[in-house]
Structure formats: C-alpha cells, structure tokens
C-alpha cells in the first residue's frame, strides 16, 4: 500500500480514533436501478488511502447524482467484528462493503453475505473488468462467481542496496540463483551488514514463501485445492527460504516478522530484503531511513518455473447481500472504479488500483519510484492472486505451512518436516467439506 506522507499522517490518525464516520448529506435524487428512488448509500470500509480518496470523490458523485454517500471507517479488526455482529443479524444498514479477500471471502461468501457480483462487472463492457489485472481479478472470485473489485493490491519484490551491489560488481539478480550468490557475496556479518533479511517467524512468513514456491512450480494446494507442500519442488522452495536466513541472515531470524526485518534493512544492516511492495516508502522515509539514496527494486527472480510472485488485492469493494440498495451500490462501485476515478486515486493518493490502464498513465505513476512502476506494469504474466493458503481457517493454516521452514532455517530434515505438516494441511482442509 503507497501512501503519500499527507495520507499516512491521516491514516493514522483516524486508526488512532478508532471508527470514523463521515456523512456527506444533501438533497435526495437519483435513482439507483433499485424498486425505490434512492437518495443515500453507506459504504463501510477500512482506514486506507482508498477511503481517504473517496471521501472526495464521493462529494463529486453527490453533485453528479444527487446521492448521498455516508463513509464509515474502521481498523481492519474492529472493521471485521463488526460485520460480523451485523451480518449475523441480516443487518441492510450497509449496501457497499469493503473486505480483505483472503482473510474473510470464502467465510462471508458461505454465510451469504456478499451479493453475487459475476452479471456486474460483465454488463458494461465501457467499464472494462478486461482491464484489471488478471491475477487481482482471480482473487475476488470463488467458484467463477465475483465477489468484488479490486481497489488495492500489493506485490512482493525485492529491495536492495544498489551501493552495496555496484561497490561489489554485482548485478541485480535475476534467477534465484543470481540472488543466492549475491546474498552469500554480499554477506558480512563482521562489518554489521547481512546478506538478507526476511520474515522468519513462523506465521508472519508464509505469505513470503509464497512467491518462492510459485517460482519453483510448487503451491501451497494443488489444482484439486489438495495440500501439496511436500511436492519436491515445494521442498527445494522452502530449503532455498530456510538456507538464506540461516546462512545469511541475521541472528534470531525465527523471531522476526516484517516489522523487525524491515528495520534492519532500513538502517542499512542488510544488503537485500524482499518482501511486499506496500513498504516501499518507508526506506524513502530520511526520518526512518537510512537508506534513502541507496534502495533499489527488483522483480522477483525467477526460479526454475519463472518469475511468479504474489499479486494480492489488499482491498476489495463488495455489496451487502442484505441491501435493499444493490443496484444503487453497483452504481457507485461502478462509477468509484473506473478508469478516470482509478488514475485521479493512483495519482493523487498514490494508491495502487488494479486497473492496468492507471498504471501505464505515466502522469499517474510520477510519484512512484520507477522500479516499482515497472514492476507492476509488468505484473500480467507473473502474478498470482494469493500469498496464503486458500482456506477458511487461513490462520490456522500458516501455523502448520511455516512449520517446514522453521525446520530449514534451524538445519533440520525438510523433506520429512513438509511430509508431516502437509498430512496435518490435508486434515485441515478436509475438514471443511
């Protein structure tokens, strides 16, 4: 997630307030498609820079149509709770509602809470579902029906010191081959700088395994939505994670999630970090930084199945089941993700929409560090919709796939520890049949 120093101030300050609501009133009018004129809609969602762009987009729509808006932001975990509470309770005090696709789709879509959205994005070919991003539009769907679209998505990619690389002749890996020999070159412990640094806490870096196994031809579930993290090629993904922490990473590495490998980057103590994408600004942060002038990024390198790597949507917009206003919701999505609404977002509150167009707008991308750009103009061919396992029971889950790479990082036996975590996988996901 980019945000501009202005957004994240915002940010904050509205997750430091807990829930925010903010009602853009006016006259009633317009029509939503629904049996009733509509002069109102709420739209629920989490503190983001998405939010922070619509409430002024939907001032805009107010004038265009005469529908009032009502915006009500939470923290991602209150967010939750509460649509819990009121789903529960078939609750149409919401019509447009915005989600984390892996944390929350597949239960709220068993429960019926989120509208069917597959006859939607299809019946305006002006509006162009075509045009996001392939990766970000397999994410929102379950079962060939569509959920929601997309507003923000991240990425994993490689941060690295381009001092460091350029001082030593090395080139900017291409191959997670190219990446291991540049870790181990790298590497110089005496003088404070470590070759990498990665999540290695056994929950925290499961969604950095991900591009790993993808870019060895391994997943976390196989076509069937079987376990297959004890596939060979599964196996050699999680030694290559386990051997560059263990080798050429820091001390305590199996404590650390993104927070604390990040910082180590940040102060210069490692010459590679990868990770998501949504971090970018922090090390372009002087007052967190110390590494403003020298970060690089990079693609994710290709293994022996290419360069395949995480594209998630970290924000979606759904409608309510419950809604008495569904069409009048659509309108807005509609109207809130087009391109115009997607480009004035990416270039104005530097968020990352999904919409591909936006993306090769190179007005709209000049606020972002170009290797960024590059990496998601590229991104069609090498994304994937997921960095977890694709399961209800998601945190459940992550505490049994990191199980093998804690295992890889302390030097034990991988194989046999991807053998028992996959039985104890299968048994999970077996039990939500």
């Known amino acids: 997630m980019f945000t501009t120093p202005h957004t994240r101030r915002v940010v904050a300050g509205l997750a430091a307030a807990g829930a925010v609501v903010l009602a853009l009133t006016g006259c009633a009018g317009g029509a939503g498609g629904d049996d009733a004129p509509v002069s109102e809609i709420t739209v629920v969602a989490a503190n983001s820079p998405w939010v922070e762009g619509v409430k002024t987009l939907a001032t805009k729509y107010k004038d265009e149509t005469g ?44 429960n019926g809470w989120l509208a069917d959205m597959t006859d939607y994005v299809s019946s305006d070919a002006a509006w162009n579902w075509e045009d996001f ?32 690389l350029e001082a030593a002749g090395i080139p900017v890996p291409e191959t997670l081959d190219e990446l291991e020999s540049a870790v181990a070159a790298l590497n110089k412990p005496d003088a404070g700088v470590y070759g990498i640094a990665m999540r290695g806490s056994r929950v925290p870096l499961v969604t950095q395994l991900s591009s790993f196994l993808y870019s060895y031809g391994a997943d976390f579930q196989d076509a069937d939505g079987n376990a297959s993290i004890d596939t ?35 102060q210069g103590k490692a010459a590679f970090y990868i990770d998501a994408d949504s971090q970018a600004y922090t090390f ?36 309510n089941e419950f809604s008495t206003k569904k069409d009048a919701a659509w309108d807005f999505i509609k109207w809130v993700t087009n391109e115009e609404n997607t480009t004035w977002l990416l270039a104005n509150e530097t968020v990352p929409g999904a919409r591909q167009s936006a993306w090769a707008d190179d007005a709209a991308v000049a606020s972002f560090p170009a290797g960024l750009v590059d990496i998601v103009r590229n991104v069609a061919d090498h994304g994937v919709g997921h960095d977890r396992p694709r399961l209800e029971q998601v945190a459940a889950a992550r505490e049994i796939v990191g199980g093998p790479v804690i295992t890889a990082i302390e030097g034990g036996d991988v194989a046999g520890a991807a053998a028992s975590a996959n039985s104890q996988f299968q048994d999970l996901l077996d039990s939500e049949k």
């Open 284 to 319: 372009l942060d002087s007052s967190k930084s110390s590494v403003v002038d020298t970060v690089g990024f990079a693609q994710f390198p290709a293994g022996p199945a290419g360069s395949h790597f995480y594209n998630i949507v970290s924000q979606t917009v759904g409608i």
């Open 67 to 110: 529908i009032t808006v009502n915006i009500e932001a939470y923290g991602n975990e209150q967010l939750n709770d509460n649509y819990k509470v009121k789903l529960n309770a078939s609750s149409s005090d919401f019509d447009v509602m915005a989600f984390q696709v892996q944390d929350v789709m597949r239960e709220f879509s068993r």
């Open 232 to 266: 060979p090629e599964a196996v050699e993904a999680i030694q290559l994670y386990g051997d560059l922490l263990s080798k050429y990473g820091p001390p305590g590495a199996t404590n650390m999630g993104w927070v604390e490998a990040s910082a180590l980057f940040a």
């Open 133 to 164: 991003q392939p990766a970000a539009r397999d994410a929102v769907q379950l079962d060939g029906t569509v959920y929601g679209v997309p507003v923000m998505t991240e990425r994993q990619i490689v941060y690295y010191r381009t001092d460091l």
